[in-house]
């Protein structure tokens, strides 16, 4: 089959990939793409485009894999192209807004989540589908790379289990960060640090792994945290635990481009940004 991927970024580069490994040719459209998006792509020896009406002019199904909070702009393009073919929203969205992509895409529409880093190798990385189609979607990966799941349940399920899993994830990180800011602030860090060697000994080395580890990418969490939150209250839960975390993302954020971010410069992210 022809499939196309919007857009490749670190995770969909890497659902290109497997497509292609699993012998399909696959599409991705260039316009308004930055740099490491083009040489992603054409590193994966995928195909690009220039115009949206060629990819879905050429594709038979497609995969949105961007940013959370660009997900229903990019489903809306692609129905406003002419897309009538299968359409995976693979994005980290709450459940309500997949069913609302579902609504504007129609019956072709196939819900996804994926838990796990970008695939790179067999055993890390699942994308779970649910819908109508899911079964007929999960078809299109014969390689061992991503483990595909269906989640019986309809569209909205997929991105139900995605909230959940990633509302402790990345909750939980953007918890430690928040401690370990206020521990500064009070000036009780090498206190905190000495408690916690005592009765909670891999939470030092775990605040410094998180802090590393999602300062580039904590731009891209804000709207992640407020789908989860959105998730949480449209089933009368509280969302504030993850409006919270997503406050500490959006000061993270001036981080996206640092080469070689640590806890310090984290921390003091999150300070300056203090507010009454
Ligand atoms: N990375 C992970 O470990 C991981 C794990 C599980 C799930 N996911 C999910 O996978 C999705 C994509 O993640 P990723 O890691 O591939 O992100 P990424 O590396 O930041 O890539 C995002 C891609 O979308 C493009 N993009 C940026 N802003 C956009 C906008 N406003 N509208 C449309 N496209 C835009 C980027 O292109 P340019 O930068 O070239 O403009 C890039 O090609 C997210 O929904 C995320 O939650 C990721």
Known sequence: MKLGVLHPGAMGVTIGAALKASGHEVLWLKEGRGEETVRRAAEAGLV??????????????????CPPHAATAVAAAVKQAGFTGSYLDANAVAPATARQIHELIG???????????????????????????????????????????????????????????????????????????????????PSLLEEWQRSQPDLSARSEATARGTAAKAWRFVGEMEEIAASFTARGLPGGFHLAAADIYQRMAELKNDAAPDLEKVLEAILHQRRD
């Open 48 to 65: 690009s485009v220039p115009a949206i009406g060629e990819l879905v002019g050429q594709c038979a199904g497609l995969v949105s894999i």
């Open 107 to 189: 019956d072709t529409f196939v819900d996804g989540g994926i838990v796990g880093p970008p695939a790179l190798r067999p055993g890390t990385t699942r994308l779970y589908l649910s819908g109508h189609d899911a079964e007929a979607v999960a078809g299109w990966f014969s390689d061992d790379v991503l483990g595909v799941h269906v989640v019986s349940g309809p569209a909205g399920a997929a991105s139900a289990l995605k909230m959940c899993y990633a509302a402790y994830t990345k909750g939980t990180s953007a918890l430690l960060l928040a401690i370990r800011a206020l521990a500064e602030a009070e000036g009780v860090g």
